[in-house]
């Protein structure tokens, strides 16, 4: 398989709307004419080419057009994507007002990531002790995530089994920012208690899409905000999913993307914390989400619908299984980014000395 190159997004390469009578648009865009997008792309006075504007002519863009200039950066979610060869990329975008309509009014779409196995399920309990957060575990899916959910509409293969990364069936571009508007849209109606003001999707594999997913919201017109959750790999200590540092080192990547985008709002919550200033957690949370007015770390809203230890409250599960901390040996590409992130108890900025730096933003292209 091919390994996917990133580069940073020139912030000179522009791309120019034009729009035309009598294609389809994206239904992502705000307009409901049926017009589609022609592009075309400028880098300063010097044309990217007739390559770029034919691709572009007639295809339907998944992104909210504000103006008639967008970076190219903004075509797709911030990301341009490649594909394996052989993999055909997707043709067409769904279109969520074909859906009966939901009221958005007032609500707020809050999406919890992290690494897989990394404690999401435990802050989803927490958080749905509110009262107010509404989940997806009406769908019975696994830990109430989304993943079967978008299976079953199409949007993704069931065979794949790489989330932020390519193989044979997926690519990091899977799921579009339209197909994750329609997705809510259908969630909505089926799955979401539309009673409560906030709707919750913790779904850890969407930390490499979360572009996408604020694009979607924007089209559905419903705020979005991230919960983002970290995990140090000196607190990592599972025997059933023991710590990678690659696999680790790769979403951690994410992590930092997330956080440092000024287009989202975000709030970063330590796992750690979760277990030793458990009450910081919730002042943070409360905070964030202003509907949140109490917050119950003794009891879990997955109580119900999951079994073992992800039903279990976090501070009672941390009474029973106290956090360890163990030191690892890890590459000091790993310390910087744990740096970049505000840990740094145990020296890890220093250990980061020598590491070369992370770009802040990334462009995979089949260059």
């Known amino acids: 398989a091919r390994a996917p190159e990133w580069r940073a997004c020139p912030a000179d390469i522009m791309v120019s709307i034009a729009m035309g009578k009598g294609d389809e648009r994206s239904a ?20 990217v080419g007739n390559g770029f504007n034919s691709w572009a002519s007639g295809k339907r863009v998944a992104m909210i057009a504000v103006g008639a200039v967008l970076g190219v950066c903004g075509l797709v979610g911030g990301y341009m994507h490649s594909t394996m060869p052989g993999v055909a990329p997707k043709e067409g975008d769904p279109d969520f007002r074909t859906l009966p309509p939901v009221d958005f009014d007032d609500k707020t779409l809050l999406i919890v990531v992290g690494l897989p196995f990394s404690g999401t399920s435990a802050l989803e309990g927490l958080l749905g002790t509110s009262g107010v957060i509404a989940d997806l575990c009406k769908a019975d899916t696994w830990q109430c995530e989304n993943t079967e959910l978008l299976q079953n509409l199409g949007f993704k293969n069931p065979k794949a089994d790489c989330d932020c990364c390519e193989d044979e069936y997926t690519s990091v571009s899977d799921v579009t920012a339209a197909e994750y508007a329609y997705a809510y849209r259908d969630f909505a109606n089926k799955w979401w208690d539309m009673s409560k003001p906030v709707l919750m999707d913790k779904t850890p594999n969407m930390l490499c899409r979360h572009r996408f997913v604020r694009d979607a919201a924007a089209a559905l017109g419903v705020p979005v905000k991230f919960v983002v959750l970290t995990h140090h790999p000196f607190s990592w200590n599972s025997e059933s999913h023991p710590f990678n540092e690659d696999y680790y080192a790769e979403n951690l990547a994410y992590t930092l993307d997330i956080l440092a985008d000024s287009s989202v709002d975000s709030l970063k919550v330590r796992y750690e914390d979760m277990a030793w200033n458990m009450d910081e957690v919730i002042k943070s949370i409360k905070a964030f989400v202003p509907a949140v007015k109490n917050l119950n770390p003794w009891h879990s809203s997955l109580s119900d619908d999951s079994k073992g230890d992800r039903g279990m409250g976090v501070s009672e599960y941390f009474q029973h299984e106290p956090l360890e901390w163990i030191a690892k040996d890890l590459e000091p590409a790993t310390y910087a980014m744990l740096c970049k992130l505000g840990y740094n108890e145990d020296g890890e900025c220093a250990a980061s000395a020598g590491a070369s730096e992370s770009p802040s933003g990334f462009v995979e292209t089949d260059e």
């Open 28 to 47: 992502l865009l705000p307009e409901t004419t049926g017009e589609s997008a022609r592009a075309s792309a400028h880098q300063g006075a010097v044309g």
